[in-house]
């Protein structure tokens, strides 16, 4: 897919996330496979994956583009949404159509800079997302040449706002201060949520637990329930 039908393909629509842990009941690549297929079925525009076997799994499934990660974790360090290049090797071996890292400040693995992978992916032929947590680190990701600036990790971060919901202030300024491609992530949790995100124009939004993690949905319903 050329890079102008893959943004077109993008634009207004709903990228959903389909991950699960290993501790989590639906952990598995056949899983998420069907849950990738259930997200196309209602109208999905892309899936957004973690990891080899679970991403080639979803593209044998679905033709949808594929936002791939691999989250792995080192020792005494921070950032783990494919944290360096050996990931993103894999990644572009398997073909997916945009590449998302940890793009925050956080302690790095590896020597290469994001400017370096970000010309490392596009040199492969695919679109680089930058996870960011702070309006700072979105105009830093500009400048690196990231393609896509999305929200994912606000909150996640021990220096970005704590929010239940969507940092829907950080959304709209990386709308107003960037020409890049705004994607809203992170903590929306229903409709409500989503309609207030829409408000400030970002160019497309992501989707994980809400719909994918049924104990995530269920611990919501039971909170109300609870009163909370």
Not at 17 to 32: F, K, N, R, T, V
Not at 50 to 61: E, M, S, T
């Amino acid at each position: 897919m050329s890079k102008e039908k893959l943004i077109n393909q993008l634009k207004g629509g709903l990228i959903v996330s389909c991950q699960a842990l290993e501790e989590e009941p639906l952990h598995g690549a056949d899983i998420m496979s069907k849950m990738a297929l259930a997200a196309k079925m209602g109208g999905a525009v892309a899936i957004r994956a973690n990891g080899v076997l679970d991403i080639q799994a979803i593209k044998q499934k679905v033709d949808l583009p594929v936002i791939g990660i691999i989250k792995k974790e080192y020792p005494n360090l921070d950032r783990y949404i494919t944290p360096t290049l050996k990931e993103i090797k894999k990644l572009i071996e398997i073909g997916v159509d945009i590449i998302a890292m940890d793009a925050t400040q956080r302690v790095n693995q590896d020597e290469v800079s994001f400017k370096e992978k970000v010309d490392y992916i596009h040199q492969n032929g695919l679109l680089a997302m930058a996870d960011i947590s702070t309006l700072e680190e979105g105009l830093l990701a500009e400048k690196n040449g990231f393609d896509f600036i999305s929200t994912t990790l606000s909150g996640y971060t021990n220096y970005s706002r704590k929010k239940a919901g969507p940092d829907i202030k950080l959304v709209k300024e990386l709308v107003k201060q960037t020409n890049s491609y705004i994607i809203a992530e992170g903590k929306i949790r229903d409709r409500a949520d989503l309609k207030k995100v829409l408000k400030h124009n970002p160019f497309a939004v992501v989707i994980g637990g809400a719909i994918t993690r049924p104990q995530c949905i269920t611990k919501l319903f039971v909170e109300t329930l609870k009163g909370k």
